[in-house]
T-cell receptor, first 115, second 113 residues
Framework: GNSVTQMEGPVTLSEEAFLTINCTYT??????LFWYVQYPGEGLQLLLK?????DKGSNKGFEATYRKETTSFHLEKGSVQVSDSAVYFC??????????????FGSGTQLTVLP | DAGVTQSPTHLIKTRGQQVTLRCSPK?????VSWYQQALGQGPQFIFQ???????QRGNFPDRFSGHQFPNYSSELNVNALLLGDSALYLC????????????FGQGTRLTVV
């Protein structure tokens, strides 16, 4: 079956530091890949996505590239801010034809950015 | 434009009881999926409803059941509650079949005592 493995947290960084959160996946076909973010007390928000190999998703300074050869989708940001403190989830979708795709999530990485 | 709304936001139930959680999808969306997020874990897919039918199901027992109404809103029912059912239950909506972006509600925090 499908699975997503994320680097374990928590991750604590100083403001303006470089961020990398590793994500690797296992899938039987050609999944779409996502990063979701969850702020305290809130639901999940889509941060970025990539639907095919070598695609780069980007949003709010965050980037991730779909690497089929290494089955990876690592999240990066060049300079984090205190407001980036949240839990980040890597996810993939690969559904049955004719049905909306279900999401398979990693276990999440808690990021804390200190001023 | 209202996003995905869930009710209630918090709920405390006793072991063995039954619970119903509700979800209204984002305007224009017709597919609803439910996820269970245990503390410190990623969400796990429970099931998905489209055209008032269960279309996909994750690895959850029959105690978990659902329903979708003609207005696309949905309910998640859990019978014979166990302590291990304590979790954040998330509803996500999408539009149609195939790949589309999923929008999540803020969730219902269920505590079973």
């Amino acid at each position: 079956g499908n699975s997503v493995t994320q680097m374990e947290g928590p991750v604590t960084l100083s403001e303006e530091a470089f961020l990398t959160i590793n994500c690797t996946y296992t899938a039987t076909g050609y999944p779409s890949l996502f990063w979701y973010v969850q702020y305290p007390g809130e639901g999940l928000q889509l941060l970025l996505k990539a639907t095919k190999a070598d695609d780069k998703g980007s949003n709010k300074g965050f980037e991730a590239t779909y690497r089929k050869e290494t089955t990876s989708f690592h999240l990066e940001k060049g300079s984090v801010q205190v407001s980036d403190s949240a839990v980040y989830f890597c996810a993939l979708s690969e559904g049955v034809s004719g049905s909306a795709r279900q999401l398979t999530f990693g276990s999440g990485t808690q990021l804390t950015v200190l001023p | 434009d209202a996003g995905v709304t869930q009710s209630p936001t918090h709920l405390i139930k006793t072991r063995g009881q039954q619970v119903t959680l509700r979800c209204s999808p984002k305007s224009g969306h017709d597919t609803v999926s439910w996820y269970q997020q245990a503390l410190g874990q990623g969400p796990q897919f429970i099931f998905q409803y489209y055209e008032e039918e269960e279309r996909q199901r994750g690895n959850f027992p029959d105690r978990f059941s659902g329903h979708q109404f003609p207005n696309y809103s949905s309910e998640l029912n859990v019978n014979a509650l166990l302590l291990g059912d304590s979790a954040l239950y998330l509803c996500a909506s999408t539009q149609g079949v195939g790949y589309t972006e999923a929008f999540f509600g803020q969730g219902t925090r269920l505590t079973v005592v």
